[in-house]
Nanobody, 124 residues
């Protein structure tokens, strides 16, 4: 059974930075497409960023492009989300997700495993 555990969330002022981590266990991490999603109160879960198996290709939502960076360390079974220039509208619960099937997707329902999420709050 694959388990994903996020960390690194917190409260930060607008313009600040946070780095989220997602540690995976119980599976072949290097074979997963890894993504970050976020969900604000009363809103749907939105795609944030994705990274392919080897880490050579990344994808971003338009709302975070140029501010967020997704990366992975397959030796540590960990994926990261570096978030810079944070805005109040980035406030949400951020969750990582793993897809065991080849191919990147922005659809949450296409992912096989999920972490419990970590809260990110950006104050104005």
């Amino acid at each position: 059974q694959v388990q994903l555990v996020e960390s690194g969330g917190g409260l930060v002022q607008a313009g600040g930075s946070l780095r989220l981590s997602c540690a995976a266990s119980g599976g072949t991490f290097s074979r997963f497409v890894m993504s970050w999603f976020r969900q604000a109160p009363g809103k749907e879960r939105d795609f944030v960023a994705a990274i392919t198996w080897g880490g050579s290709t990344t994808y971003y939502a338009d709302s975070v492009k140029g501010r967020f960076t997704i990366s992975r360390d397959n030796a540590k079974n960990t994926v990261y989300l570096q978030m810079n220039s944070l805005k109040p509208e980035d406030t949400a619960v951020y969750a990582c997700a793993a897809r065991g099937t080849y191919g990147y997707t922005r659809k949450a329902t296409d992912y096989d495993y999920w972490g419990q999420g970590t809260q990110v709050t950006v104050s104005s």
